[in-house]
């Protein structure tokens, strides 16, 4: 079972459960949130890279696991990098 999973299966526990609150302002709050993910979805940029053939084999492997393209892996991965 893959990480994405585990987390909507205890996301939904914890719905079943009455744990999760409603948020103030849902509607901004929920514009806002879209904002943001589109704003790190927009690609409007392409760089080239050279991989071991190796490393490419392994994060292919990870995104078939986690059911995306492993160039959209690739991204999220220097996303999360660079927002620490």
Known sequence: MNKMAIEEKELL???EQGRLKPVK?????KRRYQ??????L??????????????LI???RKAVE???PYQTLIASIIHRYISK
Do not use: P, V, W
């Open 25 to 29: 302002n849902g509607k901004a709050e």
């Open 35 to 40: 904002r943001y993910a589109s704003n790190t």
């Open 58 to 60: 392994h994060i292919q």
């Open 66 to 68: 986690q059911g995306m």
């Open 42 to 55: 927009l690609k409007n940029k392409r760089i080239n890279i050279r991989l071991s053939e190796r490393d």
């Open 13 to 15: 526990k914890d719905f």
